[in-house]
């Protein structure tokens, strides 16, 4: 699929320092008119710059760039609201017949985008309630008779999954079935998506590596100007993985070392739980990567010629 007849739509996505963006901008410096939608739930945020591993200074000169700096860290930002200024974006690139290539690894938010998915509002207070049932097996029957549809899309002991359908039942007063079918399903997107996969020793190190280059180049500083600011940091932006350990240090809860060594321990576990939630989605062409992200960049050119 193209837009307005001139490049086709393309998704890049992997898991945290994979090389995503590293890929993107050569393809975005060789492709005339392609412009890079980040697909990130921190890039966001104002001033969580080295942490976020946002574009540098000299990147943003040379391509566009969009959806990064929206919102200030002590503001939140759901995913209904990225949703809806990831249109905008879209609609405007389609104005001006420039091409957009999706970049990321929050899974949730690029499928809002390719997928077009209805996110339903929060509802804390019905929340609040249907947490203080202990027991999941209750919760499911109630789910049961209220939306039999939701209840039979999920497993019986998945206390969260059972929670979030009740919440949103109970809350908006409308099934949660309605909403859409949900993330079981991968219905054909416009977007032919692409994957760099690495194997998990190679990412565990380019973890440990971007931690090292992070710190050199000013990321406690950064954690310290945010803990000091009078507005304070949205519970959103505060479990932002690296941020979330230093700021337990800062607070005294932890040594530097003891938060370094927990954020290094946590982003890899996130890697995990991102390479899991990619690798169900049958429509991503993944790129197996041996040592240098810039392989996939052949294979992707010729999507584009």
């Known amino acids: 699929m193209t837009l307005n007849g001139t490049h086709p739509l393309l998704a890049l996505v992997g898991t945290t320092a994979s090389g995503k963006s590293y890929v993107a ?17 921190m890039q966001i945020y104002r001033g969580m710059d080295v942490g976020t591993a ?16 929206l919102v200030d860290p002590h503001e939140e930002f759901t995913i209904s609201e990225f949703q809806k200024e990831a249109k905008k974006v879209l609609n405007t690139l389609q104005q001006r017949k420039s091409t957009p290539l999706l970049v990321g690894g929050t899974g949730l938010h690029l499928r809002t985008i390719i997928d077009n998915l209805t996110i339903p509002s929060q509802y804390p207070q019905a929340r609040s309630e249907i ?44 099934k949660f079935s309605s909403y859409g079918p949900g993330l079981q399903q991968y ?17 565990d190190r380019r973890i440990l590596e971007r931690y090292e ?33 230093f700021l337990e240090h800062l ?6 070392d003891e938060a370094l060594e927990k954020a290094i321990i946590d982003t890899k576990k996130f890697a995990r739980k991102q390479e899991r939630w ?18 996939a960049v052949p294979i992707l050119m010729k999507e584009y010629r």
């Not at 574009?55 to 566009?64: A, F, G, K, N, W």
């Not at 999941?136 to 939701?150: I, P, V």
């Not at 169900?280 to 197996?288: A, G, V």
Request: glycine share 4%; hydrophobic share 30%; aromatic share 8%.
């Open 25 to 41: 901008m050569e393809l975005a410096k060789s492709v005339t008119g392609l412009e890079i939608i980040s697909v990130d739930s």
């Open 54 to 69: 946002k574009p540098s200074e000299e990147d943003l000169r040379l391509v566009p760039h969009h959806m990064i700096d």
């Open 131 to 174: 947490e203080s049932e202990p027991d999941t097996e209750k919760l499911y029957t109630q789910l049961q008779d209220l939306d039999s549809l939701a209840a039979s899309r999920i497993e019986k002991n998945n206390r969260r999954r059972i929670i979030r359908a009740l919440e949103v039942t109970v809350g908006s007063e409308k």
């Open 187 to 203: 219905p054909e997107s416009e977007y032919k998506l692409y994957g760099l996969r690495w194997s998990r020793e190679a990412i």
């Open 213 to 245: 280059w992070q710190l050199k180049n000013g990321f406690f500083d950064e954690v310290q100007r945010l803990s000091q600011s009078s507005k304070g940091i949205s519970r959103t932006a505060s479990q932002a993985l690296g941020y979330k350990q």
């Open 251 to 256: 607070r005294g809860n932890l040594s530097f």
């Open 278 to 295: 990619f690798r169900r989605d049958p429509r991503i062409n993944w790129i197996e990567i041996k040592q240098d992200p810039l392989e």
